[in-house]
Protein backbone atom coordinates (compact mmCIF):
# COMPACT_ATOMS: atom_id res chain seq x y z
CA UNK A 1 0.00 0.00 0.00
CA UNK A 2 2.80 2.45 0.64
CA UNK A 3 4.35 2.05 -2.71
CA UNK A 4 1.04 3.13 -4.99
CA UNK A 5 1.87 7.02 -4.47
CA UNK A 6 5.40 6.82 -5.24
CA UNK A 7 4.07 5.28 -8.27
CA UNK A 8 1.70 7.80 -9.09
CA UNK A 9 4.69 10.44 -8.30
CA UNK A 10 7.07 9.24 -10.52
CA UNK A 11 4.46 9.02 -13.58
CA UNK A 12 3.66 12.49 -12.92
CA UNK A 13 7.15 13.41 -12.77
CA UNK A 14 7.10 11.32 -16.33
CA UNK A 15 4.22 12.88 -17.76
CA UNK A 16 5.16 16.53 -16.65
CA UNK A 17 8.68 15.97 -18.64
CA UNK A 18 7.39 14.46 -21.39
CA UNK A 19 5.23 17.74 -21.98
CA UNK A 20 8.13 20.04 -21.00
CA UNK A 21 10.20 18.39 -23.67
CA UNK A 22 7.67 18.46 -25.83
CA UNK A 23 6.55 21.78 -25.55
CA UNK A 24 10.58 23.01 -26.19
CA UNK A 25 10.46 20.93 -29.17
CA UNK A 26 7.27 23.10 -30.48
CA UNK A 27 8.68 26.42 -29.34
CA UNK A 28 12.01 25.77 -31.01
CA UNK A 29 10.34 24.58 -34.35
CA UNK A 30 8.04 27.27 -34.79
CA UNK A 31 10.85 29.73 -33.85
CA UNK A 32 12.79 28.06 -36.45
CA UNK A 33 10.10 28.67 -39.01
CA UNK A 34 9.62 32.01 -37.90
CA UNK A 35 13.14 32.64 -38.72
CA UNK A 36 12.89 30.81 -42.33
CA UNK A 37 9.98 33.47 -42.89
CA UNK A 38 12.41 36.26 -42.09
CA UNK A 39 10.25 37.06 -38.76
CA UNK A 40 10.70 37.91 -35.25
CA UNK A 41 13.49 34.43 -33.92
CA UNK A 42 15.17 34.32 -30.77
CA UNK A 43 17.29 31.00 -31.14
CA UNK A 44 18.06 31.40 -34.90
CA UNK A 45 18.27 35.57 -34.68
CA UNK A 46 22.34 35.07 -34.81
CA UNK A 47 22.49 33.14 -37.75
CA UNK A 48 19.75 35.81 -39.32
CA UNK A 49 21.77 38.72 -39.09
CA UNK A 50 24.79 37.24 -40.50
CA UNK A 51 24.57 37.42 -44.17
CA UNK A 52 25.36 34.66 -46.94
CA UNK A 53 29.26 34.98 -47.80
CA UNK A 54 30.20 33.92 -50.91
CA UNK A 55 33.90 32.51 -51.53
CA UNK A 56 36.15 35.42 -52.54
CA UNK A 57 36.72 36.06 -56.20
CA UNK A 58 39.43 38.49 -57.09
CA UNK A 59 37.77 40.36 -60.78
CA UNK A 60 40.64 41.79 -62.29
CA UNK A 61 39.87 44.86 -64.83
CA UNK A 62 38.84 44.23 -68.30
CA UNK A 63 41.72 44.40 -70.89
CA UNK A 64 39.47 47.31 -72.43
CA UNK A 65 38.97 49.41 -68.53
CA UNK A 66 42.58 48.45 -68.30
CA UNK A 67 43.17 50.55 -71.77
CA UNK A 68 40.94 52.86 -72.17
CA UNK A 69 41.22 54.08 -68.33
CA UNK A 70 44.83 54.39 -68.91
CA UNK A 71 44.98 56.44 -71.96
CA UNK A 72 42.79 58.91 -70.61
CA UNK A 73 44.46 59.14 -66.93
CA UNK A 74 47.42 59.96 -69.01
CA UNK A 75 45.94 62.98 -70.68
CA UNK A 76 44.41 61.44 -74.14
CA UNK A 77 41.76 63.21 -74.81
CA UNK A 78 38.55 61.35 -75.47
CA UNK A 79 37.74 62.50 -79.21
CA UNK A 80 41.10 61.09 -79.93
CA UNK A 81 40.07 58.03 -79.29
CA UNK A 82 37.63 55.40 -80.82
CA UNK A 83 37.12 52.02 -80.13
CA UNK A 84 34.25 49.08 -81.15
CA UNK A 85 34.60 45.50 -80.02
CA UNK A 86 33.93 43.13 -82.95
CA UNK A 87 32.06 40.13 -82.74
CA UNK A 88 34.82 37.84 -81.92
CA UNK A 89 35.64 39.56 -79.01
CA UNK A 90 38.58 41.50 -79.91
CA UNK A 91 38.76 45.03 -78.96
CA UNK A 92 40.00 47.62 -81.07
CA UNK A 93 41.19 51.01 -80.43
CA UNK A 94 42.92 53.94 -82.66
CA UNK A 95 44.28 56.58 -80.69
CA UNK A 96 45.13 60.28 -82.78
CA UNK A 97 48.28 61.19 -80.72
CA UNK A 98 51.28 63.48 -81.49
CA UNK A 99 54.43 61.65 -82.25
CA UNK A 100 55.73 63.11 -78.96
CA UNK A 101 53.53 62.29 -77.13
CA UNK A 102 52.63 58.39 -77.80
CA UNK A 103 56.57 58.27 -76.91
CA UNK A 104 55.95 59.57 -73.50
CA UNK A 105 52.78 57.86 -73.25
CA UNK A 106 53.75 54.19 -74.80
CA UNK A 107 56.50 53.06 -71.54
CA UNK A 108 53.47 54.16 -68.80
CA UNK A 109 50.43 52.05 -71.12
CA UNK A 110 53.33 49.13 -71.36
CA UNK A 111 53.87 49.11 -67.33
CA UNK A 112 49.92 48.84 -66.66
CA UNK A 113 49.40 46.44 -69.37
CA UNK A 114 52.33 44.51 -67.41
CA UNK A 115 50.71 45.08 -63.98
CA UNK A 116 47.11 43.33 -65.17
CA UNK A 117 49.09 40.48 -65.90
CA UNK A 118 48.52 41.10 -69.45
CA UNK A 119 52.39 40.83 -70.26
CA UNK A 120 54.11 42.61 -73.20
CA UNK A 121 51.94 43.56 -76.77
CA UNK A 122 53.76 43.00 -79.86
CA UNK A 123 54.35 46.10 -81.56
CA UNK A 124 54.22 46.64 -85.46
CA UNK A 125 55.73 50.43 -86.70
CA UNK A 126 54.44 51.49 -90.04
CA UNK A 127 55.44 55.17 -91.55
CA UNK A 128 52.99 56.06 -94.79
CA UNK A 129 53.73 59.67 -96.24
CA UNK A 130 53.21 62.75 -93.57
CA UNK A 131 51.78 59.67 -90.82
CA UNK A 132 53.47 57.39 -88.44
CA UNK A 133 51.66 54.65 -87.28
CA UNK A 134 52.06 51.84 -84.12
CA UNK A 135 50.21 48.76 -84.08
CA UNK A 136 49.84 47.16 -80.65
CA UNK A 137 48.34 43.65 -80.54
CA UNK A 138 48.03 42.01 -76.76
CA UNK A 139 46.76 38.91 -76.60
CA UNK A 140 46.28 36.79 -73.21
CA UNK A 141 43.81 34.07 -73.00
CA UNK A 142 40.48 35.03 -74.63
CA UNK A 143 40.65 38.91 -73.98
CA UNK A 144 42.47 40.35 -77.06
CA UNK A 145 42.92 43.88 -78.52
CA UNK A 146 43.92 45.80 -81.06
CA UNK A 147 45.70 49.50 -80.65
CA UNK A 148 46.83 51.56 -83.78
CA UNK A 149 48.34 54.63 -82.79
CA UNK A 150 48.43 57.26 -85.83
CA UNK A 151 50.47 60.12 -85.65
CA UNK A 152 50.88 63.05 -87.88
CA UNK A 153 54.53 63.92 -89.01
CA UNK A 154 56.44 66.91 -90.75
CA UNK A 155 56.07 66.66 -94.39
CA UNK A 156 59.72 66.85 -95.80
CA UNK A 157 59.99 68.63 -98.69
CA UNK A 158 61.93 65.98 -100.73
CA UNK A 159 59.49 63.24 -99.86
CA UNK A 160 57.55 61.94 -102.69
CA UNK A 161 54.19 60.88 -101.89
CA UNK A 162 52.16 60.42 -105.17
CA UNK A 163 52.96 59.66 -108.69
CA UNK A 164 52.05 62.27 -111.04
CA UNK A 165 52.66 60.37 -114.13
CA UNK A 166 50.18 58.18 -112.91
CA UNK A 167 47.71 59.79 -111.03
CA UNK A 168 47.43 63.41 -113.10
CA UNK A 169 47.76 62.25 -116.47
CA UNK A 170 44.67 60.76 -117.72
CA UNK A 171 44.30 57.86 -120.33
CA UNK A 172 41.05 56.52 -122.08
CA UNK A 173 41.83 52.66 -121.24
CA UNK A 174 41.21 52.31 -117.46
CA UNK A 175 42.61 49.50 -115.02
CA UNK A 176 41.30 48.66 -111.61
CA UNK A 177 43.53 46.32 -109.71
CA UNK A 178 41.84 44.77 -106.59
CA UNK A 179 43.99 43.48 -104.14
CA UNK A 180 41.96 40.43 -101.86
CA UNK A 181 42.40 38.67 -98.63
CA UNK A 182 43.51 42.00 -97.13
CA UNK A 183 43.19 42.07 -92.95
CA UNK A 184 45.59 39.80 -91.43
CA UNK A 185 48.74 42.42 -91.87
CA UNK A 186 49.56 46.21 -92.09
CA UNK A 187 52.67 44.91 -93.93
CA UNK A 188 51.00 44.59 -97.51
CA UNK A 189 48.48 47.78 -96.74
CA UNK A 190 51.82 49.53 -95.98
CA UNK A 191 53.47 48.88 -99.53
CA UNK A 192 50.12 49.41 -101.20
CA UNK A 193 50.08 52.53 -100.14
CA UNK A 194 53.40 53.40 -101.41
CA UNK A 195 52.69 52.34 -104.80
CA UNK A 196 51.26 55.70 -105.87
CA UNK A 197 48.17 54.88 -107.94
CA UNK A 198 45.27 53.69 -106.84
CA UNK A 199 44.42 50.16 -105.50
CA UNK A 200 41.08 48.92 -104.24
CA UNK A 201 41.71 47.00 -100.69
CA UNK A 202 39.14 43.85 -100.65
CA UNK A 203 39.19 42.94 -96.74
CA UNK A 204 38.18 39.60 -95.32
CA UNK A 205 35.79 40.81 -92.66
CA UNK A 206 36.99 38.38 -89.64
CA UNK A 207 40.47 39.01 -90.31
CA UNK A 208 42.57 40.39 -87.40
CA UNK A 209 43.60 43.75 -89.06
CA UNK A 210 39.98 44.46 -91.11
CA UNK A 211 39.14 47.72 -89.14
CA UNK A 212 42.66 48.97 -88.83
CA UNK A 213 43.30 47.81 -92.84
CA UNK A 214 40.01 50.18 -93.77
CA UNK A 215 41.32 53.22 -91.67
CA UNK A 216 44.30 53.21 -93.19
CA UNK A 217 43.29 52.18 -96.82
CA UNK A 218 40.30 54.98 -96.26
CA UNK A 219 42.82 57.62 -95.13
CA UNK A 220 45.16 57.32 -98.41
CA UNK A 221 42.14 57.48 -100.93
CA UNK A 222 41.87 53.69 -101.49
CA UNK A 223 38.57 52.66 -102.13
CA UNK A 224 37.74 49.46 -99.78
CA UNK A 225 35.27 46.12 -100.58
CA UNK A 226 34.02 43.89 -98.25
CA UNK A 227 35.56 40.54 -99.30
CA UNK A 228 31.85 38.43 -98.68
CA UNK A 229 32.74 34.43 -97.42
CA UNK A 230 30.73 32.43 -100.03
CA UNK A 231 30.43 28.60 -100.07
CA UNK A 232 32.67 27.16 -102.82
CA UNK A 233 32.08 23.80 -104.45
CA UNK A 234 32.93 20.70 -102.83
CA UNK A 235 37.11 20.56 -103.19
CA UNK A 236 37.08 23.86 -103.95
CA UNK A 237 37.95 25.60 -100.92
CA UNK A 238 41.38 26.31 -101.35
CA UNK A 239 41.43 29.26 -103.43
CA UNK A 240 44.25 31.63 -102.25
CA UNK A 241 45.70 32.17 -98.90
CA UNK A 242 43.24 32.92 -96.03
CA UNK A 243 40.42 30.87 -96.47
CA UNK A 244 37.17 30.45 -93.64
CA UNK A 245 37.89 27.68 -91.62
CA UNK A 246 34.36 26.50 -91.36
CA UNK A 247 30.78 26.88 -92.79
CA UNK A 248 30.06 29.15 -89.94
CA UNK A 249 32.89 31.78 -91.23
CA UNK A 250 30.43 32.07 -95.08
CA UNK A 251 27.35 31.74 -96.20
CA UNK A 252 26.52 28.42 -96.89
CA UNK A 253 23.62 26.67 -99.36
CA UNK A 254 21.52 25.85 -95.90
CA UNK A 255 21.30 28.99 -94.64
CA UNK A 256 17.72 30.75 -94.44
CA UNK A 257 17.17 34.60 -95.87
CA UNK A 258 17.72 36.19 -92.44
CA UNK A 259 20.45 33.99 -92.00
CA UNK A 260 22.49 35.62 -94.92
CA UNK A 261 20.83 39.02 -94.45
CA UNK A 262 22.41 38.83 -90.77
CA UNK A 263 25.88 37.36 -91.84
CA UNK A 264 26.26 40.74 -94.27
CA UNK A 265 25.48 43.08 -91.97
CA UNK A 266 27.73 41.51 -89.18
CA UNK A 267 30.69 41.86 -92.44
CA UNK A 268 29.87 45.33 -92.80
CA UNK A 269 30.11 46.07 -89.25
CA UNK A 270 33.58 45.39 -89.14
CA UNK A 271 34.75 46.92 -92.56
CA UNK A 272 33.94 50.77 -92.23
CA UNK A 273 34.13 52.96 -95.31
CA UNK A 274 33.19 50.05 -97.71
CA UNK A 275 31.87 51.20 -100.90
CA UNK A 276 30.99 47.93 -102.27
CA UNK A 277 31.68 44.20 -102.07
CA UNK A 278 33.19 41.52 -104.01
CA UNK A 279 33.72 37.52 -103.13
CA UNK A 280 36.04 35.19 -101.68
CA UNK A 281 35.76 32.09 -102.93
CA UNK A 282 32.05 31.24 -103.81
CA UNK A 283 31.82 28.56 -106.50
CA UNK A 284 28.42 26.85 -105.39
CA UNK A 285 27.13 30.09 -104.10
CA UNK A 286 27.75 32.49 -107.07
CA UNK A 287 26.42 30.12 -109.54
CA UNK A 288 23.01 29.54 -107.42
CA UNK A 289 20.75 32.38 -108.62
CA UNK A 290 17.85 31.96 -105.78
CA UNK A 291 21.24 32.53 -103.62
CA UNK A 292 22.68 35.72 -105.36
CA UNK A 293 18.94 37.13 -105.69
CA UNK A 294 18.88 37.53 -101.98
CA UNK A 295 22.64 39.02 -101.60
CA UNK A 296 22.71 41.31 -104.29
CA UNK A 297 19.02 42.53 -102.84
CA UNK A 298 20.86 43.27 -99.54
CA UNK A 299 23.61 44.57 -101.48
CA UNK A 300 21.25 47.23 -103.51
CA UNK A 301 19.60 48.11 -100.31
CA UNK A 302 23.08 49.51 -98.36
CA UNK A 303 23.58 51.42 -102.02
CA UNK A 304 27.11 49.51 -102.12
CA UNK A 305 28.92 48.62 -105.92
CA UNK A 306 28.90 44.86 -106.51
CA UNK A 307 32.25 42.87 -108.39
CA UNK A 308 31.77 39.70 -109.22
CA UNK A 309 35.42 37.74 -108.47
CA UNK A 310 34.12 35.08 -111.16
CA UNK A 311 35.73 32.01 -109.26
CA UNK A 312 33.74 29.68 -111.38
CA UNK A 313 32.69 30.36 -115.35
CA UNK A 314 29.06 29.17 -114.04
CA UNK A 315 29.03 32.76 -112.19
CA UNK A 316 25.57 34.48 -112.49
CA UNK A 317 26.08 36.92 -109.66
CA UNK A 318 27.12 39.62 -112.55
CA UNK A 319 24.15 39.29 -114.62
CA UNK A 320 21.75 39.20 -111.74
CA UNK A 321 23.19 42.27 -110.14
CA UNK A 322 22.67 43.90 -113.71
CA UNK A 323 19.49 42.76 -113.71
CA UNK A 324 18.99 44.45 -110.33
CA UNK A 325 20.31 47.66 -111.60
CA UNK A 326 23.25 47.09 -108.73
CA UNK A 327 26.43 49.20 -110.45
CA UNK A 328 28.67 46.05 -111.24
CA UNK A 329 31.58 45.02 -113.22
CA UNK A 330 33.14 41.57 -113.11
CA UNK A 331 37.18 40.33 -112.54
CA UNK A 332 38.92 39.42 -116.30
CA UNK A 333 42.28 38.54 -114.85
CA UNK A 334 43.46 36.89 -111.99
CA UNK A 335 47.63 37.97 -111.32
CA UNK A 336 48.89 35.08 -109.30
CA UNK A 337 47.37 32.44 -109.61
CA UNK A 338 50.79 31.16 -109.72
CA UNK A 339 52.62 32.94 -107.50
CA UNK A 340 56.17 33.29 -109.27
CA UNK A 341 57.16 36.63 -110.16
CA UNK A 342 57.72 35.93 -113.96
CA UNK A 343 54.10 34.34 -114.34
CA UNK A 344 52.52 37.69 -112.46
CA UNK A 345 54.74 40.15 -114.73
CA UNK A 346 52.76 37.58 -117.79
CA UNK A 347 49.33 38.47 -115.98
CA UNK A 348 50.02 42.08 -115.73
CA UNK A 349 50.36 42.60 -119.32
CA UNK A 350 47.54 40.46 -120.31
CA UNK A 351 45.46 43.33 -118.17
CA UNK A 352 47.37 45.88 -119.67
CA UNK A 353 46.65 44.32 -123.18
CA UNK A 354 43.07 43.06 -122.09
CA UNK A 355 42.28 47.24 -120.87
CA UNK A 356 44.11 48.47 -123.97
CA UNK A 357 41.71 46.20 -126.12
CA UNK A 358 38.27 46.79 -124.35
CA UNK A 359 38.98 50.10 -123.08
CA UNK A 360 38.59 48.57 -119.30
CA UNK A 361 39.62 46.05 -117.51
CA UNK A 362 39.58 44.82 -113.76
CA UNK A 363 42.26 42.49 -112.03
CA UNK A 364 42.30 40.45 -108.82
CA UNK A 365 45.73 39.69 -106.89
CA UNK A 366 46.09 39.11 -103.73
CA UNK A 367 49.35 40.74 -100.94
CA UNK A 368 51.82 38.46 -101.71
CA UNK A 369 55.51 39.56 -101.74
CA UNK A 370 55.84 38.57 -105.00
CA UNK A 371 52.74 40.48 -106.18
CA UNK A 372 53.10 44.03 -104.26
CA UNK A 373 56.84 43.85 -105.95
CA UNK A 374 55.46 43.69 -109.64
CA UNK A 375 52.90 46.29 -109.00
CA UNK A 376 55.59 48.60 -107.36
CA UNK A 377 58.45 47.58 -110.46
CA UNK A 378 56.25 47.41 -113.78
CA UNK A 379 54.20 50.61 -113.15
CA UNK A 380 55.52 52.56 -115.83
CA UNK A 381 54.00 49.78 -118.24
CA UNK A 382 50.75 51.57 -117.61
CA UNK A 383 52.07 54.34 -119.60
CA UNK A 384 53.24 52.08 -122.01
CA UNK A 385 50.07 50.44 -122.96
CA UNK A 386 47.90 53.62 -122.44
CA UNK A 387 46.34 52.46 -119.40
CA UNK A 388 45.26 54.57 -116.77
CA UNK A 389 44.93 52.94 -113.14
CA UNK A 390 41.71 53.91 -111.39
CA UNK A 391 39.71 53.03 -108.31
CA UNK A 392 37.03 49.85 -109.25
CA UNK A 393 34.23 52.49 -108.76
CA UNK A 394 35.10 54.17 -112.30
CA UNK A 395 34.77 51.22 -113.90
CA UNK A 396 31.31 50.08 -113.13
CA UNK A 397 29.97 52.80 -115.37
CA UNK A 398 31.38 51.11 -118.50
CA UNK A 399 31.09 47.56 -117.72
CA UNK A 400 29.03 46.48 -120.38
CA UNK A 401 26.75 43.23 -120.04
CA UNK A 402 27.70 39.72 -121.87
Known amino acids: MD ?12 IVF ?49 ILSTLFRLGVPKDAVQSHLDNQNTLH ?34 QLGTTSYHLWNITRDQNKAVILFQSPLRLLRS ?21 DDMGNSLKAIDSICRLGYPVTIAILPHSQFAQ ?45 TPEIVAFINDCLQNI ?23 ILQEIKKRGLIF ?18 NIPTSYRKI ?26 WAVAIGHPWEETLLILKEYQDLFSDYDCQPVPVSEIVPQSPSD
Do not use: W
Open 3 to 14: LQPKNLTKKKQT
Open 18 to 66: FLGALSLFCIITLDYIASKQRQSSYFFRSSLSQPKTSPSTSISPSLADV
Open 93 to 126: VLVNLPAREYSQLAPSLKKQLASQTYGSPLIEKH
Open 159 to 179: EKTLSPSLTQIKRQNKVAIII
Open 212 to 256: ETAQLAHQYGLEVLLHLPLEPLPGNNNFHGNSPSSSMSMINSQMA
Open 272 to 294: PYAIGVNNHQGSLITSNPRLMTI
Open 307 to 324: IDSRTTNQSVAYQIAKSL
Open 334 to 359: FLDNEVSSPKIKEQFIKLLQRARHDG
